[in-house]
């Protein structure tokens, strides 16, 4: 049955001012419909200049449910590809990253092709003579995404040739990458410490909501970080706090400390939690840092980065950074009920180890499959991907803080427990979902 | 059960037997869910180690599925105990089958005994069941007369695939 395809007036429907319809989380059309509108209009990030820093180097990936890879050319430019071979849609290379030479060779016929993707040869060439092999479609080699930017080193492309250009898409979003990057003394991220990859049975716009929903933490996370608090407490007077402590415990901040912290909203569903402060804050000064970056920039220049404690920034459609511990997470749709969460860390180039110590110790306390934090969250959106079934109610209340000339507002601050980036994502996801419908 | 492994030890030095019961009985203290023994075999300073990747080498530089000291194991238990933890509302149940342990190395002088399981670790809760392939590595040494574990070390065949949450201990 087909309720959406095609029908503006109907997805328009599942959006409205204060509450969304069950539909963009439970139905499988709406979900085909997000990989044919919403990935392929937006700027979906794909990787990381530092996976593939040498030529040949490829990183294999996927914008919405399509497989694609990056690699680098000779020219040092990368080209993002679609990851078959044009012949009979092969997946061309083996393993997740790697580096392929001078060339892709597919495995099944050995079609193979430069590493910007056009074709370089075919075995038993002349079995195509006038057959008209030239004008098809295959005769171009692996299809490229045309537009690629890099962004600092951060990597996006966007399928579709319609949808907004690089800049208009996220304005003054970018300002977040630019202090994750800018926390490094010489302006420079590089992929460190292995990827923590976590499987969930739930739709990627929880996950995505989640990322801004400053309610959660202190009553889904009292069973992991209010026992942190609890345990913490017995330990004998004048015990240096440990960094697991120190990374966990701010989870169960008060409800004043999320209000206060704020939220800011930008255009296209982007924004982030922690305006003022957030629970990064309070992290201990790791030894020899401040002066390399006061070496760097100057003090002043120095603190203001430092100073910045961005919480969680989100990126529609689905990753999140962390600029304070160089955290990405990436929320890659598989069904609609079915998300594969990616976590990766950066380190800062010319900063000491003891940053990503503590970012990879972030990283496996709060977003691994064995770590207790994610187990309060995966619970609650399990158990929402099935409540939603009830038909009890089809609609999902996002009206906290709700101000009714709140969608002609960008760039603004507001309190940090509102909902209002939920239904700013929501705003968005109706934007690109239709766009060019 | 033998009570070897949870009894002093009979000599200052442990026997092969002693080792392999101690490891064993670790694995059954788990599926009994008698998280507060299980967690007194482990020395002050021990660490329960889960890698991420493949032979790997590093636990502070290279991310792993746990890393944890006896302050973040204790924590754990404790929280399998919470009245609010919804995770495990129903709790989940586990199942080893090990091989026989297979003693590595024995260094009397170091107070230092390491052994060596291949195991099957089956978790499951509500409809869900989830077997999971592993090699546990108990680096072990005498403590008082009893055996306690410095490290753990457990090693999941597919280390780096992408999981659904795994809420005990291997």
Same mark, same amino acid.
């Given at each position: 049955?087909t309720r959406?395809?095609?029908?503006?007036?109907a997805?328009?429907a599942?959006?409205?001012?204060?509450e969304?319809h069950r539909?963009?989380y439970?139905?499988?059309e709406?979900?085909?419909?997000?990989m044919?509108?919403?990935?392929p209009?937006?700027?979906v990030?794909?990787g990381h200049?530092?996976?593939?820093?040498?030529a040949?180097?490829?990183?294999g990936?996927?914008?919405?449910?399509?497989p694609?890879?990056l690699?680098?050319?000779?020219?040092?430019?990368v080209?993002v590809?679609?990851?078959?071979?044009?012949h009979?849609?092969?997946?061309i290379?083996s393993?997740?990253?790697?580096?392929t030479g001078?060339?892709f060779r597919?495995?099944?016929?050995?079609?193979s092709?430069?590493t910007?993707g056009?074709l370089l040869?075919?075995p038993?060439?002349?079995?195509?003579?006038?057959?008209g092999?030239?004008?098809?479609?295959?005769a171009t080699?692996?299809?490229?995404v045309?537009h690629v930017?890099?962004y600092r080193g951060?990597?996006?492309?966007k399928?579709?040739d319609?949808?907004?250009?690089?800049e208009?898409?996220f304005?003054?979003?970018l300002?977040?990458f630019?202090?994750?990057?800018?926390r490094s003394?010489v302006?420079?991220?590089?992929?460190?410490?292995g990827?923590?990859?976590?499987m969930h049975?739930?739709n990627?716009k929880?996950?995505?909501?989640?990322?801004?929903?400053t309610?959660h933490?202190?009553?889904a996370h009292e069973?992991?970080?209010g026992t942190?608090v609890e345990?913490w407490?017995?330990a004998?007077p004048?015990?240096?706090k440990?960094m697991?402590?120190?990374i966990?415990?701010?989870?169960?901040?008060?409800?004043?400390?999320?209000?206060?912290?704020?939220?800011?909203?930008w255009?296209?569903?982007?924004?982030h939690?922690g305006?003022?402060h957030?629970?990064?804050?309070d992290y201990?000064?790791?030894?020899?840092?401040?002066?390399?970056?006061k070496?760097?920039?100057?003090?002043e220049r120095?603190?203001?980065?430092?100073?910045?404690?961005r919480?969680n920034t989100?990126?529609f459609p689905n990753i999140?950074?962390?600029g304070?511990i160089q955290?990405l997470r990436?929320?890659k749709?598989?069904?609609?009920?079915?998300?594969l969460?990616?976590?990766?860390?950066?380190?800062l180039?010319?900063?000491p180890?003891m940053?990503?110590e503590?970012? $990879?110790?972030y990283?496996?306390l709060i977003?691994?499959p064995?770590?207790?934090v994610?187990?309060?969250?995966?619970?609650?959106?399990e158990?929402a991907?099935e409540?939603?079934?009830s038909n009890?109610?089809?609609w999902?209340?996002?009206?906290?803080?709700?101000s009714p000339?709140?969608?002609?507002?960008?760039?603004?601050a507001?309190?940090?427990?509102?909902?209002w980036p939920?239904?700013?994502q929501?705003?968005?996801?109706?934007k690109?979902m239709t766009?060019?419908? | 059960m033998?009570m070897?492994?949870?009894a002093p030890?009979?000599s200052?030095v442990?026997?092969?037997?002693?080792l392999?019961?101690?490891?064993?009985?670790?694995?059954?203290l788990i599926?009994?869910q008698?998280?507060d023994?299980?967690?007194?075999?482990?020395?002050?300073d021990?660490?329960?180690w889960?890698? $991420?990747?493949?032979n790997q080498?590093d636990?502070?530089?290279t991310?792993?599925?746990?890393y944890?000291d006896?302050l $973040?194991?204790s924590i754990?238990?404790e929280r399998?105990?919470?009245a609010?933890?919804?995770?495990q509302k129903p709790?989940?149940r586990c199942?080893?089958?090990l091989?026989?342990?297979?003693?590595?190395?024995?260094n009397t002088a170091?107070?230092?005994y390491?052994?060596?399981?291949?195991?099957h670790?089956?978790?499951?809760r509500?409809?869900?069941q989830t077997l999971?392939?592993a090699?546990?590595?108990h680096?072990?040494?005498?403590?008082?007369?009893r055996?306690?574990i410095?490290l753990?070390?457990?090693?999941v065949i597919?280390c780096d695939a992408?999981f659904g949450?795994?809420q005990?201990f291997?």
């Amino acid at each position: 049955m087909t309720r959406y395809a095609g029908n503006v007036a109907a997805i328009r429907a599942l959006v409205r001012d204060q509450e969304v319809h069950r539909d963009v989380y439970v139905s499988e059309e709406v979900f085909q419909l997000e990989m044919e509108h919403v990935f392929p209009n937006s700027w979906v990030y794909v990787g990381h200049d530092s996976q593939v820093p040498n030529a040949g180097d490829y990183f294999g990936t996927t914008i919405g449910t399509q497989p694609v890879l990056l690699v680098r050319h000779t020219d040092g430019k990368v080209h993002v590809l679609h990851n078959r071979c044009p012949h009979k849609g092969t997946r061309i290379t083996s393993e997740t990253c790697g580096n392929t030479g001078k060339f892709f060779r597919c495995p099944y016929h050995a079609w193979s092709f430069k590493t910007d993707g056009s074709l370089l040869a075919i075995p038993l060439k002349k079995g195509y003579e006038n057959t008209g092999f030239e004008q098809s479609h295959a005769a171009t080699g692996m299809a490229p995404v045309r537009h690629v930017r890099n962004y600092r080193g951060f990597l996006f492309a966007k399928i579709n040739d319609g949808g907004l250009d690089f800049e208009d898409f996220f304005g003054e979003s970018l300002s977040s990458f630019d202090n994750m990057i800018d926390r490094s003394p010489v302006g420079q991220l590089k992929v460190a410490g292995g990827v923590l990859r976590y499987m969930h049975n739930c739709n990627w716009k929880m996950l995505v909501e989640n990322q801004t929903d400053t309610c959660h933490p202190m009553v889904a996370h009292e069973s992991s970080a209010g026992t942190v608090v609890e345990v913490w407490k017995k330990a004998p007077p004048g015990t240096k706090k440990p960094m697991a402590v120190e990374i966990i415990a701010p989870f169960m901040s008060s409800y004043e400390f999320f209000e206060n912290m704020g939220i800011r909203i930008w255009d296209n569903g982007h924004g982030h939690t922690g305006v003022h402060h957030s629970i990064h804050s309070d992290y201990s000064a790791v030894p020899g840092y401040f002066e390399k970056m006061k070496a760097a920039y100057g003090e002043e220049r120095a603190k203001a980065i430092l100073d910045e404690n961005r919480h969680n920034t989100v990126y529609f459609p689905n990753i999140m950074i962390k600029g304070p511990i160089q955290l990405l997470r990436h929320f890659k749709p598989i069904a609609a009920n079915k998300t594969l969460v990616e976590s990766w860390t950066f380190q800062l180039v010319d900063a000491p180890d003891m940053l990503l110590e503590r970012t $990879l110790m972030y990283n496996r306390l709060i977003n691994a499959p064995t770590s207790i934090v994610g187990h309060d969250d995966l619970e609650m959106y399990e158990r929402a991907q099935e409540g939603l079934h009830s038909n009890g109610n089809e609609w999902v209340n996002l009206q906290r803080l709700y101000s009714p000339d709140e969608a002609e507002q960008t760039n603004v601050a507001v309190n940090g427990t509102s909902e209002w980036p939920m239904r700013h994502q929501f705003r968005a996801w109706s934007k690109f979902m239709t766009m060019g419908m | 059960m033998s009570m070897l492994a949870d009894a002093p030890l009979k000599s200052a030095v442990p026997t092969d037997q002693e080792l392999i019961d101690f490891v064993v009985r670790e694995a059954r203290l788990i599926d009994q869910q008698r998280f507060d023994e299980w967690l007194d075999m482990y020395a002050d300073d021990a660490f329960y180690w889960m890698p $991420l990747e493949w032979n790997q080498t590093d636990p502070r530089l290279t991310c792993s599925l746990m890393y944890e000291d006896k302050l $973040l194991l204790s924590i754990r238990v404790e929280r399998l105990k919470g009245a609010r933890t919804f995770s495990q509302k129903p709790k989940s149940r586990c199942h080893h089958v090990l091989q026989t342990p297979q003693v590595d190395s024995r260094n009397t002088a170091a107070n230092s005994y390491v052994t060596w399981t291949a195991m099957h670790y089956v978790e499951t809760r509500l409809e869900e069941q989830t077997l999971y392939a592993a090699w546990a590595t108990h680096h072990m040494s005498v403590e008082d007369g009893r055996l306690k574990i410095n490290l753990k070390r457990v090693d999941v065949i597919n280390c780096d695939a992408a999981f659904g949450n795994i809420q005990l201990f291997m």
